[in-house]
C-alpha cells in the first residue's frame, strides 16, 4: 500500500509498478487516496537541522510541530515548506516523518514516500513460491540432461504430499515454463528419479523424458 500524494505521484509510480512488482517479488499494488485512514503519520523535529537555524526558538517550534495535523503534514510533504510564524519556515529535511505500524504490515517512510508492506504469508503464496523453485530445479535439470531450449519433455514426480497442492495448483504455469506437455505423480515405492532440493527440509524426486 502507497499513500499517494498527488496525481503525478500515482502516475510516476504506475508506471514503473511492473518493474517494481517483479523486482521485489509483489504480488499487488494498492494506492492509497488522501482522505484514506489506513496509516497514520507521525512528525517531529530534527534537531540536527533546526539547531543551527532556530537555536532561541527551538522551544517554540517544537511545540508547533507536535501539534501538526494530518493536513500540515501533507502540506510539508507535497511543497517541501511549512510556514510556522512570520519568522519562521522549517522545511520538509527539518522534520522527521514516520508511519504508525499496522498488524501485519511493515511500514517504512523515506522522504514523501510511505510503503506499507503486508507481510503475511498465505498458503496460496507459498504454494507459489514451491511451484517457483520446483520450475528452477527442473530448468537446470533441462540443462544438465543437454535438452535443447525448444525441447518439450514429460515429467514424472514421486507422489509427495508436501508439494503435490502447490504443483497442482500452478500447474499451467509449471508445464509452460517447463515446456512439459504432460505431468503426472508417481507413487510407487520404485520410482527412479533424481532427487532435487526445493528448500532445506522439502525435497523432490522427478524424471524428464524427452518426447
Given amino acids: 500500500m502507497i499513500p499517494i500524494l498527488d496525481e ?3 502516475k510516476d509510480i504506475e508506471g514503473v509498478s511492473e518493474i517494481i512488482q517483479r ?4 504480488k499487488e499494488m494498492k494506492y492509497l487516496e488522501e482522505d484514506s485512514l489506513v496509516l497514520t503519520k507521525n512528525i517531529s523535529p530534527n534537531f540536527k537541522t533546526l539547531g543551527p537555524k532556530y537555536r532561541k526558538e527551538m522551544k517554540f517550534i517544537a511545540g508547533a510541530i507536535a501539534q501538526f495535523t494530518a493536513d500540515n503534514i501533507k502540506e510539508i510533504e507535497q511543497t ?3 510556514t510556522i510564524s512570520d519568522n519562521v519556515t522549517i522545511e520538509l529535511s527539518d522534520v522527521e516523518i514516520s508511519s504508525s505500524d499496522i498488524p501485519g504490515f511493515s511500514v517504512a517512510t523515506n ?5 506499507a508492506l503486508d507481510i503475511t504469508i498465505t498458503e496460496s503464496l507459498k504454494e507459489e513460491w514451491l511451484a517457483r523453485e520446483f520450475v528452477n530445479r527442473i530448468q537446470t535439470l533441462r540443462k544438465d540432461s543437454g535438452f535443447e531450449v525448444t525441447d518439450r519433455i514429460n515429467l514424472e514426480i514421486e507422489k509427495n504430499q508436501t ?5 497442482n495448483n500452478n500447474l499451467d504455469y509449471i508445464c509452460g515454463e517447463t515446456l512439459a506437455d504432460i505431468l503426472l505423480f508417481n ?3 520404485n520410482f527412479e528419479g533424481k532427487t532435487v532440493e526445493l528448500t532445506e527440509n522439502i525435497h523432490a524426486k522427478v524424471k524428464l523424458i524427452k518426447t
Avoid: P
Wanted: net charge neutral; proline share 0%; charged share 25%.
Fill in 111 to 115: 522522504s514523501e514516500i510511505t510503503v
Fill in 163 to 167: 508439494i503435490t497442492n502447490a504443483i
Fill in 80 to 82: 517541501g515548506k511549512y
Fill in 23 to 26: 523486482e521485489i517479488n509483489v
Fill in 187 to 189: 507413487d510407487g515405492s
Fill in 8 to 10: 503525478k505521484m500515482k
